[in-house]
């Protein structure tokens, strides 16, 4: 009898073992992202502002509150890093440890913030000898060298510099650069394809409408998630159009990427650097952009890349 209690007891721990293997390796497998930000530069809530809008995510917070537009990209990769990010890492409990690759997309602040990056790379360190790999045009990787430099000390990050329409590897990650349509100099902001075996997502941020030579690049790939900057969101005033792009650019790029399956057929198109004037709180516009086919993301949001939503 105790015998037979023992087997079984011995067969209950094995079965539970593999179930938690099989949870584990699927975790770890299967590329997925979080969403540490969304805002575009005007961060929500602006504190000393009274209007409709950010007195309403005042009062509501939740999923209205938005950090700079940042995104944790499993397993590995970081796409931009500001002020805001530490505390998105602590609220999503994602460790500095868990990120190898930090891949940024221009050297403006909201996206690009020197200490802020010092910081990640200075706090990884406790727990990985290797040094972050930290990649950018080259007006980002001289402002990090420079901003290091000023330190005095030696920083535990490797800077990788990127040119547009570049293919790379990091942190097991198949990458290319696409350019960007951003700067108001001779920046080469970038933005970025990410392939990992069967799965794909873009990551195209900040922009006006996509340069020529970008279309015409974007149609070799085969997207599960494209994540799209529409920082004017509802607004169509000319200005607003000229670094950045709105909801009516991003419907015609969606439609042509829906004809030409850039995106898969049930692919996911996510809108974000959401800008806190410019953009109804998300309470107040995810359902209404959800029935047009794109998804409002918020910030906390994890997604599988490659699974319906
Ligand atoms: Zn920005
Ligand atoms: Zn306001
Ligand atoms: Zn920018």
Not at 26 to 32: G, I, M, R, S, V
Not at 41 to 46: E, K, R, S, T, Y
Not at 220 to 232: F, H, P, R
Not at 233 to 247: A, K, L, R, V, Y
Request: some cysteine; glycine content about 8%.
């Amino acid at each position: 009898m105790i015998l037979r209690r023992l087997f079984l007891r011995t067969l209950i721990a094995i079965a539970l073992a593999l179930i938690g293997c099989a949870a584990f390796g699927a975790d770890t497998e299967a590329p997925y992202v979080v969403f540490l930000g969304t805002s575009a530069a005007d961060l929500w809530p602006d504190k000393v502002c009274n209007c409709e809008k950010c007195t309403y995510v005042k009062e509501h917070g939740g999923k209205n509150m938005r950090r700079f537009a940042s995104l944790y990209v499993h397993p590995g990769m970081m796409i931009d890093f500001t002020v805001t990010g530490m505390a998105g890492l602590k609220e999503w409990g994602i460790s500095p440890g868990d990120v190898n690759c930090l891949l940024t997309t221009h050297s403006h602040d909201d996206h690009c913030h020197a200490e802020s990056i010092v910081k990640l790379a200075d706090a990884r360190a406790r727990t990985v000898k290797s040094p972050l790999k930290v990649y950018g045009d080259s007006t980002a990787v001289s402002k990090l060298r420079k901003y290091a430099d000023g330190l005095g000390r030696a920083v535990p990050f490797e800077l990788v510099q990127l040119k547009p329409f570049q293919e790379f590897e990091a942190c097991g990650w198949n990458g290319k650069t696409f350019a960007a349509n951003h700067a108001p100099d001779d920046e080469e902001c970038l933005l970025y394809v990410l392939r990992k075996g069967d799965r794909a997502l873009l990551y195209a941020l900040d922009t006006a409408w996509f340069p020529a030579r970008t279309f015409h690049e974007l149609h070799k790939e085969k997207l599960d998630l494209a994540i799209v900057d529409s920082t004017a969101g509802p607004g169509d005033w000319p200005e607003s159009q000229i670094t950045h792009m709105n909801f009516e650019l991003n419907r015609k790029i969606k439609r042509l990427m829906d004809v030409t399956q850039v995106l898969k057929p049930g692919g996911t198109y996510a809108l974000t650097h959401l800008s806190v004037h410019a953009v109804p709180p998300y309470d107040q516009i995810h359902e209404k952009m959800a029935a047009e086919g794109f998804l409002i993301p918020y910030d906390g949001l994890k997604l599988e890349v490659g699974r319906k939503q």
